[in-house]
């Protein structure tokens, strides 16, 4: 099949990457995997176990007062926690391959939907917020717009830092989060050829 390139001849790319068939249980499962591992997991808390105090019982056990043996006890304002919550992983296993899929499902589901635009180059070579945004115009897309570049150079990255509808990332950077959060997606013809050879 062939993309379309803004202001040059069509390319031609695999139907496997850019034209196959959308997964939605695949692709939502890769998303929660990849959220759920950007997750700290550094949460923790003192269960009475680990509290620092005197084990001493602090009453008597008849005539008064309930039978307790310290203030360590979860029901008091400073005892422990019942169930403490202890660092963990929330990571969780996806399969190489089942990643590959899932990205090639976002791709060509953005592609049938029009969604993705490619381009030569984004032509930016000094950092100005003003010239992005110019191109961006030029470009015809709106919303959340994320850039991909084959190897995003300082002075794309510059001048679209101050744009809060606007991400950029290299290849290498290229994640489902940041594809299905996007309204459109705008590639370089490079950088197409480098997600294919990776996809393919």
Do not use: C
Request: charged share 25%.
């Amino acid at each position: 099949m062939e993309l379309n390139v803004i202001g040059a001849k069509p390319l031609s790319v695999s139907d496997e990457v850019f034209g196959g068939e959308f997964k939605q249980a695949l692709v939502h499962q890769v998303v929660v995997a990849y959220q759920a591992g950007g997750r700290a997991g550094t949460k923790a808390q003192l269960s009475r176990g680990e509290l620092s105090g005197t084990t001493k019982k602090f009453k008597k056990q008849k005539g008064g007062g309930a039978r307790h043996g310290d203030y360590r006890a979860p029901i008091f304002v400073g005892g422990g926690v019942t169930f403490a919550a202890k660092p963990r992983s929330y990571e969780q296993k996806v399969n190489r391959k089942s990643y590959r899929v899932a990205i090639r499902s976002i791709l060509s589901e953005l592609n049938r939907q029009g969604r993705l635009k490619v381009v030569e180059g984004f032509g930016i070579e000094t950092p100005k917020t003003k010239s992005m945004i110019a191109k961006l115009a030029e470009l015809q897309v709106s919303g959340r717009v994320l850039l991909v570049s084959e190897d995003a150079n300082e002075a794309l990255f510059l001048a679209s830092r101050n744009i809060p509808y606007l991400h950029v990332v290299d290849v290498v950077a290229l994640n489902p989060v940041s594809l299905v959060g996007s309204d459109h997606v705008v590639m370089t013809v490079e950088a197409v050829k480098k997600v294919e050879e990776w996809l393919a």
